[in-house]
């Protein structure tokens, strides 16, 4: 049974909570992808197009941070050479044709432990056809590494970066062990380079007040926006890991409701500064969220991510929407 000892204040006893919180990992193939499917996006261009989405196996990320469940289809060990081209063949394989491609590994693309880099010429040759290669990294591993398989590729490359809150102290408890200059320098590494960034943004993460979760997600956009991102990406914050059911016992969180969520992507898009959108994947039921109208909050959200407009609010007459009316 999980601990139900309080969350460490310093950041030595952090991973070692954490890691004690957790259920058992799922059992996934080092040479099959754990999912993969086709989505639509709307580009920067203004033109919504097709991306194929990858999520690789490998091995578990380095860093331990408290809000983290994609852990739970990673290995323990690297993968072999060859394992992560021959999960990109097995998903292309199966899916349709798409225009750009999202190689996403629940970690670090960088990280050397999690995608060897004797790999990345056989990787880089299965993305050609692709228009744009997104891949995702811990700002501390941003470096020449990225350069070099940018070198590789014949498409745009894009990182993606989890600034989660542009919180200083809140950023400090989440585990994520950056600052927010770290940051701001990998961002300013990529787009010196030629590359892309997209930013993860999470709403609502523990420590966060619900009465204060819309303002953080809106400073949190204006920061992405600063460091010259092209997208950012609302993250709804969700439970499931463990850690976040023992933060909840004390009240430290609660999912984000839809109206906060839809607030904040409001005010993204109103900013006209670079593409927002909900991650809309597996959008966590708040206690506070109302069952007559969810469906039709998540359709507007959705509507948002492809149009980059604001639709009208939803209208129900069974809730107050005390955000968005």
Not at 184 to 193: E, G, P, T, V
Not at 204 to 222: G, M, N, T
């Amino acid at each position: 049974m999980p601990s139900t000892l309080l969350y460490p204040t310093q950041a030595a006893e952090r991973d070692k909570w954490i890691l004690s919180q957790r259920p058992e990992r799922n059992v996934v193939d080092p040479r099959r992808p754990y999912a993969f499917f086709v989505e639509e996006e709307l580009s920067a261009a203004g033109e919504v197009v097709s991306v194929a989405t990858v999520f690789l196996t490998n091995r578990e990320c380095a860093w331990r941070c408290l809000m983290c469940d994609l852990w739970r289809n990673t290995l323990t060990e690297t993968v072999p050479a060859g394992a992560i081209p021959e999960q990109i063949d097995y998903a292309l394989s199966r899916l349709p044709p798409a225009r750009q491609i999202k190689l996403y590994n629940s970690g670090s693309f960088f990280d050397p432990k999690a995608i060897p880099a004797e790999d990345y010429p056989a990787i880089a040759a299965r993305v050609c056809s692709f228009e744009r290669t997104i891949v995702e990294c811990h700002p501390a591993l941003v470096g020449d590494v990225c350069l070099k398989f940018r070198d590789m590729l014949s498409n745009q490359l894009e990182v993606a970066m989890g600034l989660e809150i542009a919180h200083p102290e809140i950023l400090e408890r989440l585990n994520k062990r950056m600052t927010l200059d770290q940051f701001s320098s990998a961002a300013n590494f990529l787009l010196a380079n030629g590359i892309d960034l997209r930013v993860f943004i999470l709403v609502q993460p523990p420590f966060i007040a619900p009465s204060e979760s819309l303002y953080w997600a809106q400073r949190s956009l204006d920061f992405a926006f600063d460091c010259r991102a092209t997208a950012a990406t609302l993250i709804p914050t969700r439970g499931g890991n463990g850690a976040m059911e023992a933060s909840s016992l004390s009240g430290e969180f609660v999912p984000p409701r839809l109206e906060v969520i839809g607030a904040a992507a409001e005010y993204g898009v109103g900013l006209n500064r670079g593409r927002v959108f909900v991650d809309l994947w597996d959008v966590p039921v708040s206690p506070g969220d109302c069952a007559e109208c969810r469906d039709q909050r998540v359709a507007r959200l959705r509507g948002m991510n492809l149009t980059q407009s604001i639709p009208p609010r939803v209208v129900c007459e069974h809730c107050e929407g005390c955000i968005e009316s």
